[in-house]
């Protein structure tokens, strides 16, 4: 893929298999990672680094990864960027009622990824 067609991805969580299978997702579709934890001052990283687009675990309600989303969203710097939100949950409603464009109900194939990317216009190519 063209350097100059690659989209930083940022990936926000804390469940330590989630941010794993995340960060190996990231790579294999050859897009830089950008990663930071829900406790990370994660809005003005996404600004600082401009993702494409900003895959977020979403985890019990009322938690930091529910209140993340609702900051992205609130923060015109970043509230346009595309937000796939991921959750163990039946959270679908929620989460696009909360701001997300996509939601992926966990466990994610690397398949279901990539068609989030490709549906928030992200081109994937995969690493050889």
Same mark, same amino acid.
């Given at each position: 893929? +063209?350097?100059? %067609?690659?989209?930083?991805?940022?990936?926000?969580? #804390?469940?330590?298999? /989630? !941010?794993?299978?995340?960060?190996?997702?990231?790579?294999?579709?050859?897009?830089? %990672?950008? /990663?930071?934890?829900?406790? =990370? +001052? /994660?809005?003005?990283?996404?600004?600082?680094?401009?993702?494409?687009?900003?895959?977020?675990?979403?985890?019990?309600?009322?938690?930091?990864?529910? %209140?993340?989303?609702?900051?992205?969203?609130?923060?015109?710097?970043?509230?346009? $960027?595309?937000? $796939? %939100? !991921?959750?163990?949950? #039946?959270?679908?409603?929620?989460?696009?009622? +909360?701001?997300? =464009?996509?939601?992926?109900?966990?466990? $994610?194939?690397? +398949?279901? /990824?990539?068609?989030?990317?490709?549906?928030?216009? $992200?081109?994937? =190519?995969?690493? #050889?």
């Amino acid at each position: 893929m +063209n350097k100059a %067609l690659l989209a930083k991805i940022m990936v926000i969580g #804390d469940d330590s298999h /989630f !941010c794993y299978l995340m960060r190996r997702y990231v790579r294999e579709s050859s897009h830089p %990672l950008v /990663f930071a934890y829900t406790h =990370d +001052n /994660f809005v003005e990283m996404a600004q600082q680094t401009h993702p494409a687009a900003i895959v977020l675990e979403a985890s019990l309600p009322g938690s930091a990864s529910w %209140l993340a989303l609702k900051a992205l969203k609130a923060s015109p710097a970043v509230n346009y $960027i595309p937000i $796939i %939100l !991921c959750s163990w949950e #039946d959270e679908g409603v929620r989460g696009v009622e +909360n701001g997300a =464009d996509i939601y992926l109900r966990m466990p $994610i194939l690397f +398949n279901d /990824f990539l068609n989030a990317l490709a549906r928030v216009g $992200i081109p994937v =190519d995969l690493v #050889d």
